[in-house]
């Protein structure tokens, strides 16, 4: 067979498979055009999830009669004249192919009115063919229009999901430029029905319309270093959800998706404030850095992109939520036993959540300033009511609690599992596993970071079996847990002896210990330092095992020991699995019951 070279609407065609996946991709591409040309509002409609109808109208600069024609041809833009200009982008686009490739699968219209002309262009085509230019009349700005997409490439309508998935997926690239362009307003509908309408705003308010109920949840994020700064919002620590849907990384005004940037995040609260297994954070994260730093054009629809420093980056995200969730868990909760009562305490700040509605957002205020206040969130008067019922408290003499700071008293011990004090604004409810194997798991990380590992070689070695492909992966990160202090002898295939292991391991059950590691590092050892990763949980579950048991009947020198120490421990919201450890009733809350 000779060579032949295909005709542009062919090989535009065979382009737009890497361009133009789902109708998501179309809105992708023209609202990042849309934004490009400067447009102040763009409106999107979507007619059965884009598949049907996709219309884009934005306010922007538009595109002259002249220019028209050019903007439909593949590696024809305005935007970038040599291949330096890639390191230097300040735009979405630059690649010049989003609207070839697009009309070239679809039946589309490109109508548009720069502010001097005194008519409005379009330009129609059928799978890449095109008409004249023809005299039209619109307002200043751009219109898009891309009906049957695919139609002409039928094959690829097979991969298409649902009206409702793909609709969904639209939105998912919607909010994402809504997030990084709070002060451009974007309004959609759906079939005729106007389902979204961000009017410009700031960004904390702009969070607010897209993270809806769970910007309740999220505490700020501030951090700078020389060449970069990472700013938004993250989850409070305790407010995790159940899937990622709720995770924005942007890097210079880009969204991307970066699943080792999101693991980074997750692992900031995992090393700090704790994280439950089954949640992940919601964040708004923005990423601003050198554009020298970051190439963008590594993925075709530019979803990903590739940093020069990628370890950096992983640890100033990391660094920057610790940052923030310090702010909320450690710096702020110093106050939680009130010194003096004209201080603003943690009561004020959760008798302020009670309020019915929220006020909006003052200028200068912050989400910090509004959203330290829900630090664990309150159960309904229902669930407190029943909770109350079943309380079986053993009151002490009414103990006065005897630390440098005399606010706190004991009241006691509930149904031996948790430990009721009082301060001068409310009642803590304790529970006393919780409280203590976060205690326990601080004392023990700190003599770990504080002092080297001794080997504690054991007098008679364990044998532990484990699974053939699990005695390999231990083999293979013998350096790492010789690190650690293991001592492991191969024997067989299938069997491991333990011979040494570190003194703060002394005394564990060392098959289950090993058993831990196996499993950390089957899953994760995504991050940056894994001989940290794996103590971490290594210790965590020594933190868990000694600790006082949920059901222990503890006597009072062991409560006020718990509750003396509390007031010292610097995470002191969860447990170090994440799960609360405590949770305050303002007496404010209590007299709002009682009609007080
Ligand atoms: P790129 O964005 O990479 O330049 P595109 O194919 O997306 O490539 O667009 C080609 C050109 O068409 C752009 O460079 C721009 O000049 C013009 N253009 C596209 N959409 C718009 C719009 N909404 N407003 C103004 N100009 C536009
Ligand atoms: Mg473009």
């Known amino acids: 067979m000779s060579i032949k070279v295909l005709p542009p609407e062919i090989s535009n065609q065979i382009a737009a498979g890497e361009v133009v996946e789902r109708p998501a991709s179309v809105v992708k591409e023209c609202v990042e055009n849309a934004l490009d040309a400067k447009a102040t509002a763009i409106e999107i409609h979507l007619y059965d999830g884009g598949k049907q109808l996709i219309k884009i109208v934005d306010n922007g600069v538009g595109i002259s009669q002249t220019d028209l024609p050019k903007a439909i041809l ?4 305005s935007k970038i004249a040599t291949s330096e200009d890639l390191f230097h982008l300040q735009q979405y686009g630059f690649r010049g192919e989003a609207l070839a490739a697009v009309a070239s699968v679809s039946d589309f219209t490109l109508l548009s009115k720069t502010p001097s002309a005194e008519d409005a262009f379009s330009l129609q085509g059928q799978a890449g063919v095109f008409e004249e230019v023809s005299v039209s009349s619109a307002n200043d700005g751009t219109t898009v229009i891309v009906e049957n997409l695919f139609t002409p490439v039928p094959a690829r309508l097979e991969y298409l999901k649902t009206d409702e998935a793909e609709y969904r997926a639209c939105l998912k690239e919607i909010y994402g ?24 705003t700031t960004l904390e308010d702009r969070v607010r319309q897209v993270l809806k109920k769970t910007s309740e949840g999220l505490c700020p994020v501030n951090f700078e270093m020389p060449n970069l700064k990472i700013s938004g919002f993250t989850s409070e620590p305790g407010k995790g959800l159940s899937n990622k849907n709720q995770q924005y990384l942007l890097v210079n005004g880009r969204r991307i998706e970066d699943h080792r940037l999101a693991y980074a995040v997750r692992e900031a609260y995992v090393q700090s404030a704790g994280i439950e297994k089954h949640l992940f954070p919601a964040f708004v994260l923005h990423l601003t850095i050198d554009p020298i730093l970051v190439d963008v054009n590594v993925h075709p629809r530019k979803l990903e992109v590739k940093f020069a420093e990628p370890s ?68 309904s008067f229902a669930d407190r009511n029943q909770a109350l019922n ?3 408290v053993s ?6 609690f ?28 304790f529970d006393q596993h919780a409280l203590h194997e976060r205690q326990r798991f601080e004392t023990f990380w700190q003599d770990y970071k504080n002092s080297p590992i001794t080997q504690q070689p054991l007098l008679v070695p364990e044998t532990v079996s484990l699974p053939e492909d699990q005695v390999s992966l231990l083999h293979q990160y013998q350096t790492v847990l010789t690190k650690l202090g293991f001592s492991l002898d191969f024997k067989a295939d299938d069997t491991v002896e333990i011979r040494g292991v570190s003194d703060l391991l002394v005394g564990q059950d060392l098959a289950v210990v090993l058993g831990q590691c196996v499993s950390f590092l089957e899953n994760e050892k995504i991050g940056e330092n894994v001989t940290d990763q794996i103590m971490r949980k290594l210790l965590e579950y020594k933190a868990c095992r000694g600790a006082v048991m949920f059901g222990d009947k503890l006597e009072v020198a062991e409560m006020e020991k718990l509750i003396q120490d509390f007031d010292s421990t610097d995470w002191k919201l969860l447990c170090p699995h994440g799960r609360p450890n405590h949770h305050f009733v303002p007496f404010a809350e209590l007299d709002g019951y009682f009609h007080r």
Do not use: C, W
Not at 74 to 77: G, L, P, Q, W, Y
Not at 177 to 200: C, E, G, I, M, Q
Not at 404 to 425: C, F, H, M, P, W
């Open 312 to 379: 950096e980056i992983f640890s100033a995200f990391k660094t920057a939520v610790i940052k923030a969730l310090e702010n909320v868990s450690y710096q702020s909760s110093k106050n939680d036993f009130p010194r003096n009562e004209g201080s603003r305490s943690l009561a004020t700040e959760n008798a302020r959540s009670l309020l019915p509605s929220r006020n909006p957002m003052m200028p200068g205020d912050t989400f910090k300033s509004q959203n330290l206040t829900s630090k664990i969130a309150l159960p």
């Open 402 to 429: 005897e630390a440098q700071d005399e606010s706190i008293r004991l009241i006691g011990q509930a149904d031996n599992k948790y430990i009721v004090a009082q301060t001068a604004s409310g009642i803590y409810f």
């Open 177 to 200: 430029f809504a997030l990084a362009n709070p002060n451009v307003s974007f309004t959609v509908f759906k079939a005729d029905k106007k389902r979204l309408d961000y009017p410009s």
């Open 390 to 392: 079943s309380f079986n």
């Open 395 to 400: 009151v002490t003499e009414n103990h006065v």
């Open 74 to 77: 593949r590696h024809a833009t």
